[in-house]
């Protein structure tokens, strides 16, 4: 039990460093039982929610993560709107067989997505779809390419590319995007503290992405 104990207090410790997590406005419970860690709870952001697994599994004596976290959604759904809005994503992007994909979501807002698709691209791009809808606080992407492909950097930033050129707030033509081992560095100047979050964010979205630098400056 001691070194239970102390495996959360390590993470606790962890999550309170890393300022990206905002430990403060979140409500995370952490448990820990023969190394294998379970994370529930809410967090603020997208951003809180993939690093808080990651901290989690740094912490020596730590088996495994259980990531069963939510996002606080900035405007709260219901189940059968947020599946409707979720077609509705699908549906209008024509470079995806809406058709493959099987989508479920539960009454607290969470997303499953099953099926296949034919890119890596298609799949991040599904993912990002959800989490742009205001009411979802978790998406469980469980789609697989066919037939598969490797990923790699160039692939990563190409799709966080071609994502951003899709986000109304963004336009990923003003500033550079870098990529090395997954994580993502933004630098360059866009026109406005709505565009850089925007843009920080949209890379959050992206699965496959280790972490986020935004270097952009506004003005």
């Known amino acids: 039990m001691n070194a239970e104990r102390e495996i959360i207090r390590q993470i606790e410790g962890a999550l309170t460093r890393d300022l990206r997590v905002n ?4 409500d995370i419970a952490i448990t820990c039982e023969g190394g294998h860690v379970t994370l529930s709870g809410t967090v603020e952001s997208v951003a809180a929610k993939r690093l808080t697994p990651r ?3 740094q912490i020596q004596g ?26 509705h994503a699908l549906i209008q992007e024509r470079n995806i067989e809406e058709q493959n994909i099987t989508i479920e979501t539960d009454p607290d807002g969470g ?16 993912e990002v779809l959800c989490w742009w809808i205001p009411g ?3 998406v469980r992407n469980l789609l697989v390419v066919n037939p598969p492909e490797q990923d ?18 963004v336009n990923p033509k003003k500033f550079r995007l870098e990529v090395q081992k997954g994580v993502v560095t933004l ?27 935004n270097d952009l400056t506004v003005g």
Do not use: F
């Open 187 to 213: 630098r360059g100047h866009v026109d406005s503290p709505i565009e850089k979050s925007a843009a920080g964010k949209d890379c959050w979205y992206t699965p496959g992405v280790i972490d986020v630098v």
């Open 55 to 57: 901290l989690a599994a």
């Open 152 to 169: 790699n950097d160039e692939e990563l930033k190409d799709n966080l590319i071609t994502i951003m050129e899709k986000d109304v707030l």
């Open 23 to 26: 430990l403060p406005a979140s």
């Open 111 to 126: 997303v499953i997505l099953r099926g296949h698709v034919r890119s890596l691209a298609q799949i991040r791009l599904s």
């Open 62 to 87: 730590v088996k495994t993560v259980d990531d069963q976290l939510r996002v606080i959604p900035p405007n709260p759904m219901g189940d059968l709107e947020i599946a409707e809005h979720v077609r």
């Open 136 to 138: 979802v606080t978790n």
